[in-house]
């Protein structure tokens, strides 16, 4: 049996009691002093008064405390609950499923609890309540598979439904009410019990409700009785949340400036202002700014900062804290680098740096990015000096119309491509295809994507232009809608190749407007070989002073160096299964991933068609998932679900036609036990009883107040 | 005749506080209580000389001094000082406790009126009054003189005296005794707060002496009814150390049986000693305190 309050908030009226106090204590102050002579008559009177006096004055006092703790109890609206209340009813047996909803709006607070934890305590308070014949179980709405599949069963011990309480968690699941409901109505119906009833506890909003009506169910058990009980009140809540973060400016350099974007909503009714959003990286702040948001408007806040040193990072960008803390936080994560070191290789140096066949690509890779950082540290060199460089110092090696290599320099050449480097042919007039072919397509420095055959020369007046644009290609993506661009190139000369299509794993990025390979590609190993089939300065093509030119370069040279790896992580929203990209040699190997809550799980790459990829779903809080490989290591942002945020509710009237035949009763938390009849909780007033109360003690303060 | 209610207002002792003069009070009082009285019982017979004044029309031609008429060629009517066959003395208590009043008017100046005005009857009888004001002690003592120029010394110290100090009435009748050598009437006009039992012994000795002895008890309506309804701290004050924090209407009761026990004991030894003894209220109307007089004197 248990003590509850429909208003409790008039309990802090107790603190009246003190008035009187307080009071005396003023008068006390404020007594009037007066002189006056006949006070040895005072004297005498006091010592015969005084004790009798005092103990009537005590009296009054705890007369009149009492009756203000009184007026405060009985404005707060007690009312008894609990098993003897039940059992003055001599009702027989009931089954009953307390449904709780622990979806993740439930995770709203009004106060210092959330939703679903009163929801608990509420129904901890209902499971005392039952009488000792009842049975009852506790199920959540959204169920794990697995705990889906155990056995349930209604119980009459009050230890295991507490048990059941206590073992709730908030859950990310999507919201499934008619699964739910045929859980419950499953185990009403197997129960031998006269009496059944439904008891939902919920903040019903209306994810989960929108397709759903009894119709659907299955099994609908005869003579239950359906009780909802909501938190939180019928009217849409506010909330504000973060839908998602981009980051623009890639690839990102190290102390470069990058771009960070986050969208930030308002689901509520009512305008906010001066919301407050910050932007981490890891846990420091390095942003901050406050918007204003009209009733659902959604708007883009960007962050502009410096990028973090080379490295993988991770960050959040936050938002002031509302009642739905679990949308305020936005995870992301990203990859820097340091600019790429390139190794310019000039077969054909000329007699000054213009006649140079590096001149162009010089010129490209050395202006600074449009932020001011350079992207690229290229080096050039004479063909000849190829032997000295330790080719470890670079990340992307390009032979420009060289002529040979040795067989030692081939060599350490195919070993940094297989160690993960980048390596681009440009060819030229020194690019013997019958040579070329000997020293590159071989099965010990296999570096060439396909097999050179004979230049193809054009008439001046009959120049080739680019015909197909393989924008799709991460090397060529920054002309996706722009392919125009590259289309306006002339050339006059080209070497040819065998069989573009019949070799695997050898993707033409671009191809002239008679179907000739101009640019091929392939895997190597943990590096990437591309071959442009004419020359990187004018000698066979106007590109070198093209507009595309540029971007062209620097787009081969970023993808050779695996640049987009300096990006933006991939990012998961849970509970939506997620699937980590791997290469094709990473199939079969193992992926250890540390969840932030400290947990390891391990996932293996398959081969999925084309793809190699490790299937996730074992989230378990948002948050940043470390990964790693045997190989590297990379984050996996993880954020939860936004389809709880719209905290419109369902209204009683619509509930109802959803749930016909059945009819249901519908009970706000804070009421609860008002009802007239059918309430979930049997109470018994006591307002009118301590009000009596009070009348009586009003009654013997009055006389007691006149006798002094 | 005047009225009741003229009289009551004519001797209220407020009305008189209006009255700048102590001496013209004392005669508003005395000269309306003998108008009331017809004759007074007590007239002196006049066989001294006391004085010439001028003559102004009204006075008797029998009363001209014929001599002096001609030795100045003026008119002197010859006045004479009748003979005192009373001596009394009045005993104002002037102590702190005497500087309370609670309707505009302190008990100490109640008792100046009443000193002043019994003192003017006295005198306009041809009796001889002495006056003492006191506190722990004999403040100042004027000897007894009849005739009414001594009224003015009389008035003049009654004026000037502020009341201050405690009372110890039994000290200041002992230090009385010396000086009191003949027989008399002692007007005690006080508050008596003292031992009763200390104050009675020594006007047990007057007594003995047989000496007239009334004693005007005066007190404030306050102290007699105790009308207070607020928490009040009462402060003695004769000494200011002594403080009572009370609910007055806690302690009325408690404090009006004290009262009522404190009054009584002086009613019983009085009587039991044939001392006049009269409480008045400082709202009592002075011309019942010169009856009671009166009546004793008869």
């Known amino acids: ?708 | 005749m005047p009225t009741d209610t003229v009289r009551r207002g004519y001797f209220d002792p407020l009305v008189l506080a209006k009255i700048a003069n102590m001496s013209l009070r004392a005669r508003h009082v005395v000269e309306g209580l003998l108008s009331g009285l017809h004759d007074s019982p007590y007239r002196g017979y006049s066989v001294e000389f006391a004085e010439h004044r001028e003559y102004v029309p009204g006075d008797e031609i029998r009363r001209i001094d014929w001599k002096a008429y001609g030795k100045f060629d003026r008119y002197f009517i010859k006045e004479y000082e009748e003979e005192t066959n009373l001596r009394a003395y009045l005993l104002v208590d002037a102590s702190a406790s005497m500087d309370y009043g609670s309707e505009g008017m302190s008990k100490f100046d109640y008792s100046c009126y009443l000193a002043a005005s019994l003192a003017y009857l006295m005198l306009h009888q041809g009796d001889d009054v002495g006056l003492v004001t006191f506190n722990a002690q004999v403040q100042r003592y004027i000897p007894p003189r009849g005739g009414m120029r001594h009224m003015h010394a009389l008035a003049s110290h009654l004026e000037a005296t502020r009341p201050q100090g405690e009372t110890h009435l039994d000290q200041v009748l002992r230090e009385l005794a010396g000086k009191l050598a003949r027989r008399g009437m002692i007007v005690i006009i006080s508050d008596l707060f003292d031992d009763p039992e200390v104050i009675m012994r020594a006007l047990r000795y007057f007594r003995h002496r047989r000496n007239e002895v009334i004693v005007f008890h005066v007190l404030d309506k306050n102290e007699l009814e105790f009308p207070f309804q607020r928490l009040t701290v009462f402060e003695d004050i004769e000494d200011t150390a002594v403080r009572v924090l009370s609910d007055p209407r806690a302690i009325r009761a408690a404090y009006l049986q004290q009262m009522e026990a404190f009054l009584a004991e002086y009613r019983r030894a009085c009587r039991r000693e044939t001392i006049d003894y009269s409480l008045f209220p400082t709202t009592t109307p002075l011309d019942v305190a010169l009856t009671r007089y009166l009546a004793r004197r008869q």
């Open chain 1, 1 to 708: 049996m248990g003590l509850t309050f429909l208003q409790p908030a008039f309990l802090f009226g107790a603190l009246a009691a003190a008035m009187p106090v307080i009071i005396h204590l003023i008068y006390r102050r404020r007594a009037l002093v007066h002189r006056f002579p006949a006070v040895r008559f005072l004297l005498l009177a006091d010592k015969r008064t005084a004790r009798k006096f005092r103990l009537a004055q005590w009296l009054l006092l705890a007369l009149r405390m009492l009756a203000i703790c009184l007026l405060a109890f009985s404005l707060a609206r007690p009312h008894l609950t609990g098993s003897n209340v039940q059992a003055a009813a001599l009702a027989p047996p009931q089954a009953t499923v307390f449904l709780i909803d622990n979806s993740l709006s439930m995770q709203y607070r009004d106060g210092q609890e959330t939703r679903l934890q009163r929801a608990k305590t509420l129904a901890s308070r209902l499971v005392q309540s039952l009488a000792l014949n009842d049975s009852a179980v506790v199920l959540p709405l959204l169920m794990s598979e697995e705990a889906a599949n155990a056995p349930i069963s209604l119980s009459r011990d009050q230890t295991v439904l507490q048990e059941q309480l206590a073992a709730l968690q908030p859950s990310h699941a999507a919201v499934d009410v008619p699964s739910a409901f045929q859980r419950a109505f499953t185990l009403l119906q197997e129960s031998s019990t006269a009496r059944r009833r439904l008891i939902f506890l919920s903040d019903f909003t209306m994810r989960g409700w929108e397709e759903f009506h009894l119709s659907q169910l299955s099994v609908v058990p005869e003579n239950v009785t359906l009780h909802f009980i909501r938190l939180g009140g019928s009217q849409r809540d506010t909330n504000v949340l973060i839908t998602d973060v981009r980051i623009t400016e890639k690839p990102f350099i190290e102390h470069a400036p990058i771009d960070v974007t986050a969208a930030v909503q308002n689901r509520s009714a009512t305008a906010l202002r001066n919301v407050r959003v910050d932007l981490f990286v890891g846990s420091n702040a390095v942003g901050q700014q406050l918007v204003d948001l009209g009733p659902d408007e959604q708007l883009t806040v960007p962050f502009r900062i410096a990028a973090p040193p080379a490295g993988l990072h991770w960050g959040e960008v936050r938002l002031e804290g509302d009642g739905f803390a679990e949308d305020d936080r936005f995870y992301y994560a990203l990859r820097t680098v340091t600019p790429v070191q390139v190794l310019l290789v000039d077969g054909d140096p000329g007699t000054s740096l213009f006649d140079s066949e590096i001149f162009y690509l010089l010129q490209a890779l050395q202006p600074r990015g449009v932020l001011g950082r350079p992207l690229f540290y290229p080096k050039p060199i004479p063909w000849e000096g190829l032997e000295q460089e330790r080719l470890s110092d670079y990340q992307v090696i390009v032979l420009c119309n060289v002529e040979a290599l040795t067989a030692q320099g081939r060599q350490r050449l195919y070993q940094f491509v297989v160690e993960g480097g980048g390596l681009l042919f440009f060819a030229g007039n020194r690019v013997d295809p019958v040579r070329y072919n000997a020293m590159f397509y071989r099965s010990d420095t296999l570096l060439l994507p396909l097999a050179l055959g004979q230049p193809t020369q054009r008439q001046p007046e009959q120049p080739i232009a680019i015909g197909t644009v393989h924008s799709a290609h991460e090397a060529l993506a920054t002309f996706t809608g722009e392919e125009a661009l590259l289309q306006r190139g002339k050339f006059y000369r080209y070497v040819t190749m065998e069989g573009p299509n019949t070799v695997p794993g050898v993707r033409v990025l671009l191809a002239l407007q008679d179907g000739s390979p101009l640019l091929v590609d392939k895997d190597l190993g943990r590096g990437r070989v591309l071959f442009f089939a004419s020359s990187a300065d004018r000698n066979w093509t106007d590109l070198p002073t093209r507009t595309a030119y540029v971007p062209l370069i620097h787009g081969l040279v970023g993808y050779a160096a695996h640049l987009s790896a300096a990006s933006q992580r991939p990012g998961a929203v849970m509970p939506e299964a997620t699937r980590l990209l791997g290469r094709e040699e990473d199939d079969g190997t193992t992926v250890t991933i540390r969840t932030p809550d400290g947990q390891e799980r391990l996932i293996h790459y398959a081969r999925d068609g084309a793809l190699t990829v490790a299937p996730y779903t074992s989230y378990t809080v948002p948050g940043i998932y470390r990964l790693a490989t045997s190989a590297s290591t990379d984050f996996l942002a993880v954020n939860g679900t936004r389809a709880e945020s719209n905290f419109e509710k369902i209204q009683a009237a619509e509930m109802q036609t959803r749930l016909r035949p059945l009819s249901m009763v519908l009970e706000e938390e804070e009421t609860l036990g008002q009802a007239a009849s059918g309430s979930a909780l049997p109470t018994q007033e006591l307002a009118s009883l301590v009000l009596l109360t009070l009348v009586v003690v009003l009654a013997v303060e009055n006389v007691c107040a006149n006798r002094l």
